[in-house]
């Protein structure tokens, strides 16, 4: 009996020792595609697991009158391998977040505030899309391109929460024309005309 009482306590003080609580990210060393390495637990405070940042809406003064506010593990360390994050949405009357990807998570968005017109396109090119109000929800798959507009006359607001702590983020038009590709691979790719695609390379800040 006591030799079972023995491998029982060695069994559960290995199983409690193998458990880590959390893996607050060390935001100040580099980020790997598995996240940052974890801050020792001496270290790490409440404030690791705590964000005030999303109470007040984000600039709205650009060119797509939107501004998203993010709560990702360089901004909320405390969320870092535990496969969740989330971002406060803002889009002023006109505003647009464009056509845009997160590489590494699903999107869940909820609207709080205003009308949000979102979408997205499957990779069999079927067309999703949905004019949302306050208290509705949208999921939008890994990877897929897709939008959100504001659909009403006043500021919008919404929250999007992740599958990831560190979702990414790619921006079609800032990836077409906000950077140095050729103009003539732009324009073979996307069968624009010259004088388009160099105007909106002169809109998004892109050369070549």
């Given amino acids: ?100 990807t997160h590489p590494g998570g699903s999107e869940l968005l909820l609207v709080t505030q205003g009308f949000i017109k979102a979408g997205f396109i499957s990779s069999a090119n079927a067309v999703y899309v949905k004019t949302l109000q306050k208290g509705d929800l949208m999921v939008f798959p890994q990877g897929l391109l897709h939008f959100q507009v504001n659909a009403g006359g006043v500021t919008a607001v919404a929250f999007a929460s992740f599958s990831s702590a560190t979702p990414g983020l790619q921006i079609l038009d800032f990836a077409l024309f906000a950077n140095d590709l050729p103009s003539s691979l732009v324009e073979a790719t996307t069968f624009l005309d010259d004088a388009t695609v160099k105007k909106l390379k002169a809109v998004l800040g892109g050369t070549g």
């Fill in 1 to 100: 009996m006591i030799h079972i009482l023995l491998l029982l306590s060695i069994f559960t003080f290995s199983a409690h020792s193998a458990v880590q609580d959390f893996c607050v990210a060390d935001v100040k060393g580099p980020e790997s595609p598995a996240g940052y390495s974890c801050k020792p637990a001496t270290i790490v405070t409440v404030d690791d697991f705590v964000s005030t940042g999303l109470r007040a809406s984000g600039n709205l003064s650009n060119i797509i009158k939107a501004a998203v506010t993010p709560a990702f593990a360089a901004q909320l360390p405390g969320v870092n391998g535990l496969g969740i994050s989330i971002a406060r949405l803002d889009l002023a009357p006109g505003g647009v977040v464009p056509m845009h």
